[in-house]
T-cell receptor, first 110, second 113 residues
């Protein structure tokens, strides 16, 4: 099935730094979601986006629905150790399945 | 509100056996989707059920099947297990079929030996 291109694949950053990651697709989506997954657990929903150009925040996290509707971006400001995990994007055309990105593994160095 | 509950958490089976995994969605959610997660392939969509009907199906062989009950609980079955079926199987529920976000359980870790 289709997988979204997510980059970077992994990141190693110092605590307090900002983080940016993005997700691109060859298809137009109506919905973009961002998830975080910790080891041994299921993905947890961070932010949901429903409109091109939409910018939504959840605490230190901010995500944007790209204007072309083929991409989305996630930013984390002032990273802390508990931000460690794998971040996934997911996109959907209404009524169809969600397609997931390949994940960005984030390591925060104290 | 209780989250998505998947049972069992861990399962070890032998090649050729069959297995059934269970998922209880968030109360009030009528859509249940199943995903297979492996390190090499990421999250791959298996199928989605809404009101006991399969609405979408991924590209998996017929050995993978599922069903949904009238209380929205869902099961998936894998017959004639192969070594490559070893994976984390994730169930996700949403309030309606459509663009409602998915809420995941913690998965069932299946190991096939």
């Amino acid at each position: 099935g289709q997988q979204l291109n997510q980059s970077p694949q992994s990141m190693f950053i110092q605590e307090g730094e900002d983080v940016s990651m993005n997700c691109t697709s060859s298809s137009i989506f109506n919905t973009w979601l961002w998830y975080k997954q910790d080891p041994g657990e299921g993905p947890v929903l961070l932010i949901a986006l429903y409109k091109a150009g939409e910018l939504t925040s959840n605490g230190r996290l901010t995500a944007q629905f790209g204007i072309t509707r083929k991409d989305s971006f996630l930013n984390i400001s002032a990273s802390i150790p508990s931000d460690v995990g794998i971040y996934f994007c997911a996109g959907q055309r209404t009524g169809n399945q969600f397609y997931f990105g390949t994940g960005t593994s984030l390591t925060v160095i104290p | 509100k209780a989250g998505v509950t998947q049972t069992p958490r861990y399962l070890i089976k032998t090649r050729g056996q069959q297995v059934t995994l269970s998922c209880s969605p968030i109360s009030g959610h009528r859509s249940v989707s199943w995903y297979q997660q492996t390190p090499g392939q990421g999250l791959q969509f298996l199928f989605e059920y809404f009101s006991e009907t399969q609405r979408n199906k991924g590209n998996f062989p017929g050995r993978f099947s599922g069903r949904q009950f009238s209380n929205s609980r869902s099961e998936m079955n894998v017959s004639t297990l192969e070594l490559g079926d070893s994976a984390l199987y994730l169930c996700a529920s949403s309030s309606t079929a459509g663009d409602s976000p998915l809420h995941f359980g913690n998965g069932t870790r299946l190991t096939v030996t």
